[in-house]
């Protein structure tokens, strides 16, 4: 057995003894988005670092622990706070939660980000559900573990599955918000982009730039789980019009429109019952 599929069995069986109930439906908590945890009726709560083989989170915004309980009526469990290729995790580290989640059974994967808003259409605030994506990240989750976990030529035809992408839609609207779709891209950063890159991620096709998603996206298709990203707008990326941005404004945009990301993915969790 390869280390990291025994490692994912310790870590699974670890869960297992100590939450009766498997969960149906997985959250990624992202950057400065945390309310969906009061929304969860929590049995059980791990900070990450009582979990075994879990990678120990690094940055001081995230609480770092996984939730288990009921949002909507559904199984779930959430990660508060993800790990990110920036603070210096390799992807098979990065990535390990969701095999655990996948290993738990989820069904569907919802994750969240912080991202700029290249499409002048997009407004600070706004949520965006990603329709497709482009990966610039210097390494893949998949390359090396031969085919032990699924397909490593994993199909992208359809990363973000139709049907929450609809379901996403109809809870956003229901709020009163746009509905936006679109392209995301993931950088390495951590440093924001610079006018020149933000011209030339808008010209290749994407809407919204981030540090995340990605990576975890790539393993659950690999693992057969159906995927929805949505991402909160903390920064207009206008080469022609940049403003200095800095990650505590980011954190306080992603604050301010997380309620109503809160509110849509408990709508969302609830059709899936
Ligand atoms: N670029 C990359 N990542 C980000 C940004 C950005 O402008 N905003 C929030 N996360």
Partial sequence: MEPIAAA???????IQE???TAPRVGIVLGTGLHALAGLIDVTHRFPYAELPHFPKSATAFHQGALLFGTLSGVPVVAMQGRFHYYDGFSMAQL???????????IRQLLLSNAAGGMNPAFRKGDLVIADDHINLLPDNPL????????????DMSAPYNARLQELLSEAIAAQGLPVHKGVYV???????????????????????????????VIVANQIGIECAAVSV???ECDPDNLKPVNIAEIIEVAGQADQ???KVFAEVVGKLA
């Fill in 95 to 105: 990535t390990f939660p969701v095999r655990v989640l996948g290993g738990l059974g």
């Fill in 8 to 14: 994912l069995s310790e870590t699974i069986a670890f």
């Fill in 18 to 20: 100590r939450v009766p």
């Fill in 143 to 154: 390359r090396g573990l031969g085919d032990a976990f699924g397909n490593r030529f994993t």
């Fill in 233 to 235: 707008i903390t920064d």
């Fill in 260 to 262: 109503k990301l809160s």
């Fill in 186 to 216: 993931s950088v390495m950063g951590p440093n924001l982009e610079t006018r020149a890159e933000y011209r030339w991620l808008r010209s290749m096709g994407a809407d919204t730039v981030g540090m995340s998603t990605v990576p975890e």
